[in-house]
Structure formats: structure tokens, C-alpha cells
């Protein structure tokens, strides 16, 4: 019987492997970006839907949310670099037919993700109000903050775990069950908001237990998928390693996931302390824009990260051709996406703000601004996006880290606070969008480089 199933799992991984390595990849790539993209908008919907509700409870409250957002990035910087880290070395293992190895390097990665979210959670619950003055909270805000903030922490240990089950999923090409776990969450989240914060009357606090509660089902079911079976990756304590190496590639994978996530979370706190000089109403109007921006990222994202496996399983079996294909439709088919979103989001500006805090003029006006300059920027994220994903696909995380620092970093921090005292609220405003220029013209350097690697490594292996 155990012949059996062992026959039946190595067919499985032969048809899986024949489908990575086989299928037109303009297919493929758009195969596993659909359900990645679905659940990005799920995730960046019920943050919206979050910033949407707790803002009916008034400007302060709307405010706290843009605050406790660095802290939710800082969650997922940690499941991100993990995640990826242990995504792209189990992907190529998987290409190169190194199966065991693969599944220890994915166990590895899951329970050090449990441990690292359980010391956040500690840490968080410990110096709760000191973080929320430290992360630009004023002293109207900072009631709803905490109150926001303690119930995150306490989901901190599954949010962390099921970034990494839903990156090791999609990194493997199982995108659409990662896709179940992260939507089936996601849904929860959007139907218990309304009923914690106003039915039961929990305020801030409610839209908090109401995510951390989804996070607990996402992560249920994440967790589910591979103990059925479901993958070709196994999660086991037996499987975990004990060599320092193994940690220290998987976080050196990571580190360009490591530097977008936590750095948003450094550059959200900037913002916030450049944004609170100019009131609650500035820090809003931009918690409102953070949000709705990162709606739009989110399809690109969801895009580039349905491309990664393609790039990082192609690398693993020696098909560079592959490769570069899959790369060039890439940046061409994620440019004409986000810049066909970004033009509807910017003739609809005013009402997308409006919709978020309808009798608050000042941030009506602040943030429709901020979002137009936006929207304009992002139309150029694709080549950043692709290039990122590419060179941490293939293994390459000095260069990913580097371009990873450019767009919340390099550029983004150092704008966000300089061009305030410069030109004042409009250098609040315009950070982002100035940052996304620079980091376009970065990106074409790697690019270029990215592709004629691919293209004499291919006339190295033009049978491989």
C-alpha cells in the first residue's frame, strides 16, 4: 500500500514538474498569477474594508489604523521573508528534482516563522503604548491605537505562519490553494467588521479581533492543505533542520521581500510623524491613499509573485530561455494592467477618498491629491516589479535587496522627509509618486543585465 502511494506521489510530481517546465509560459505565468492576484485584492480589501469601517467612528480613529498598519507590515515582513526566502531556494530544489531537500527546507521555514511570531507578539503586548507614540500616534489617536494594536499581536504567530504556507504554496505552482486559504480569510474578515465594531460596539478593537480571528482561519487552512497531501511539500518537525545554513540562506532569499515589507513599515512610520506635523486630517487623507494604493499594487504584485515560481522553477531545471520569456511578458502584461487601473483610479480620485471619510472636507482634498500623484507614478512600477522578481527568483538577493531598497528606502524615506520641509504638505503628498519615478530608472539597469544573463546562459545549455 505504501509502494502505492509512494508510485502515486512521484507521478504527481512528475505531471507537476512536466507542467512547470512545459506549459507556454505566457499560459502559465498567467495561470498562477489569477488566483495570486485574487488573493492580494482579498488581503488589501479587507485592510480597506478595515480603514473603511473604523473611519465611520471619526478622523482619529481613521487615523489609528494608518498608525497600526506599519505594525501589520512588520507581520508581514516577517512571514514575507521567510516565506519567499524558504519559497524560491524549495522551488528551484523542486526544479533541480531535489525533493526531500525541498520539504525540509519548507518545514524549516514554518515552524521558525511560529517562533519568530511568537517573540513578536510578546514584545508587541509588552511595550504596546510605547510603540504606538514611537510609530507617530498622537495623543488623540493613541487610545484607538492601542486598542487596535494589542489584538494584532495576539494573531501575530498565525498571520506570520500563513504568509509562509501561502508563499510555499504558490512558489511550488499550487497558487489556487493558497488562494483558498488567504480569500476564505480575507471574506471573514470583510463580514465580521461591521458586526464587531458596530453590532457588538468593540470600536477599533473589534476590527482587530474581527482580522486576527480571519488570520486564524486562513491559517487552518493553509495548514490543512499540506497535511492532506495537497503539496508536493511536506511540513513536518522531523523534517526541520538543524544546520545554521539552512536559516541563514532561507533569510538571505528573503532579504528582498524582507527589505519591501519592512521597509514599508519604516517608511509608513515616516510618513506618519512627516503627515502628523500637519494634523489628524493629513494623517488620514494618507492612511486612506496608503490603502487604496496599495489596492492597486496589490494586482501587480499578485502578477509578479504568479511569474516568480515560473522564474525560480525554470532556474532550478536549466531552462533560461524559459525564463526570459516568461520575464519579458511579464513587465509587458503587468505594465498595461497597473497603468490601466492607475487611470481609473485617478479620474475617480475625489469619490474613492470621499468614500472612506464623506464629511471631512480637509481630507477629502489632501488625499485625492495625494492618490492623483499616485496613481500617475505607478503606471511605471511594472519593469521595478518584474526585475525584483527575477532577480530573487533566480537566487540573485544582493541585487534583488538592492532594488528592494530603492522604491520604500533608498528614496521614499529620505523624500518623505526632506520635501515636507521644503515645500511643506505637498511634500507629504508627492513622496511616493517622486520615489516611483526615481525607482523605475533604477530598475532598467538590472533589467537589461537580468536579460543577457538569460540569454548567454542559454547559449551555454541550449539543450537543458
Known amino acids: 500500500m505504501a509502494g502505492m502511494e509512494s508510485n502515486a506521489e512521484e507521478a504527481l510530481r512528475r505531471a507537476h514538474y512536466r507542467k512547470m517546465t512545459e506549459t507556454p509560459v505566457e499560459k502559465l505565468v498567467t495561470k498562477l498569477a489569477i ?11 479587507y485592510n480597506m474594508a478595515d480603514t473603511y469601517f473604523v473611519s465611520q467612528l471619526g478622523t482619529s480613529a481613521a487615523g489609528a489604523v494608518g498608525v497600526v498598519f506599519s505594525i501589520m507590515a512588520i507581520i508581514q515582513a516577517v512571514g514575507f521573508t521567510i516565506g519567499m526566502g524558504g519559497g524560491v531556494i524549495s522551488s528551484r530544489q523542486l526544479g533541480a528534482r531535489e525533493v526531500d531537500k525541498a520539504g525540509s527546507t519548507a518545514s524549516s521555514a514554518f515552524f ?6 511568537i517573540l513578536l507578539a510578546v514584545f508587541g503586548l509588552a511595550f504596546n503604548r510605547p ?17 487596535y494594536a494589542s489584538y494584532i499581536f495576539v494573531g501575530c504567530p498565525f498571520m506570520c505562519a500563513s504568509f509562509v504556507m501561502n508563499n510555499l504554496l504558490r512558489s511550488e505552482g499550487k497558487a489556487a490553494f493558497a488562494m483558498v ?19 457588538l460596539g468593540l470600536g477599533t478593537a473589534g476590527a482587530a479581533i474581527a482580522t486576527s480571528l480571519s488570520q486564524f482561519v486562513s491559517f487552518c487552512i493553509l495548514l490543512s492543505i499540506f497535511l492532506m497531501g495537497k503539496s508536493s511539500l511536506r511540513l513536518s518537525i522531523r523534517l526541520v533542520s538543524t544546520r545554521p545554513s539552512m536559516y541563514t540562506g532561507i533569510v538571505k532569499m528573503g532579504l528582498p521581500s524582507l527589505s519591501r515589507q519592512g521597509l514599508a513599515s519604516i517608511a509608513t512610520v515616516a510618513l506618519n510623524v512627516s503627515a502628523a506635523a500637519f494634523g489628524d486630517a493629513a494623517l488620514a487623507a494618507m492612511s486612506i491613499t496608503g490603502r487604496i494604493t ?29 525564463v526570459e520569456e516568461a520575464a519579458r511578458f511579464t513587465c509587458r502584461a503587468g505594465t498595461i494592467m497597473i497603468a490601466v487601473l492607475s487611470a481609473i483610479c485617478l479620474i475617480f480620485a475625489r469619490s474613492l477618498t470621499s468614500a472612506f471619510v464623506s464629511d471631512d472636507p480637509d481630507v477629502i482634498r489632501m488625499g485625492t491629491l495625494a492618490l492623483q500623484s499616485q496613481c500617475i507614478a505607478l503606471a511605471l512600477t511594472g519593469l521595478n516589479v518584474t526585475t525584483n522578481m527575477s532577480l530573487q527568483g533566480s537566487g540573485k538577493y544582493a541585487q534583488a535587496t538592492f532594488l528592494a531598497l530603492c522604491r520604500q528606502g533608498l528614496f521614499f524615506i529620505p523624500l518623505v522627509i526632506m520635501l515636507p520641509r521644503v515645500i511643506g504638505l505637498y511634500g507629504v503628498l508627492f513622496a511616493q509618486a517622486v520615489s516611483d519615478v526615481l525607482t523605475f530608472f533604477t530598475s532598467i539597469h538590472f533589467y537589461r543585465s537580468f536579460l543577457e544573463e538569460l540569454r548567454l546562459r542559454a547559449k551555454k545549455e541550449p539543450f537543458a
Not at 488566483?35 to 480589501?45: A, D, H, R, Y
Not at 521558525?112 to 511570531?117: D, E, K, P, T, Y
Open 35 to 45: 488566483p495570486t492576484i485574487v488573493s492580494m485584492l482579498v488581503s488589501s480589501l
Open 112 to 117: 521558525l516563522s511560529l517562533a519568530l511570531g
Open 131 to 147: 510603540l504606538m507614540g514611537l510609530l507617530g500616534a498622537t495623543d488623540t489617536i493613541l487610545p484607538y491605537a492601542q486598542a
Open 181 to 199: 486559504g488567504i480569500t476564505a480569510g480575507g471574506v471573514l474578515n470583510i463580514v465580521l467588521d461591521p458586526i464587531f465594531i458596530f453590532t
Open 294 to 322: 496599495f489596492f492597486l499594487f496589490s494586482t501587480l504584485l499578485g502578477f509578479g509573485q504568479g511569474y516568480q515560481p515560473v522564474c525560480s522553477f525554470n532556474w532550478g531545471a536549466g531552462k533560461y530561455g524559459r
